[in-house]
């Protein structure tokens, strides 16, 4: 790589065009994932959910029915509100640290053999 190239690349990315590698019959609904971050899940539950919502019961949130597949893990959830989240994909480093933070040591294992599942049910709760 000349010193033209590297400052045209420094600079102007994508002036010269066509790098790295193809992907032949490219179907895009094979990565389509759109994504929900976790400070944004109360504001899909109903308002009828939110009234009778305490401590004991906990509100069953759907993504996909919201047309979201992913769960991320920014922002906070309410404080001493259980919910339940259901999701197609949810981050490695969003269930460790809900595991480490939420949930009980006596319930973490078995709560990790349900990772392997195509749709994820996970209970987070502050104490």
Known sequence: MHHHRILFDKYHPGYFGKVGMRYFHKLRNK???PIVNIDKLWSLVPQDAKAKANKDSAPLIDVTQFGYFKVLGKGVLP???PIVVK????PWELLTYLKALFIPKATRSSILD???ASFITIACARD
């Open 87 to 90: 999701a197609k994909l949810f």
């Open 31 to 33: 990565f389509y994932c």
């Open 79 to 81: 404080e001493n509100q």
């Open 114 to 116: 349900c990772f392997a």
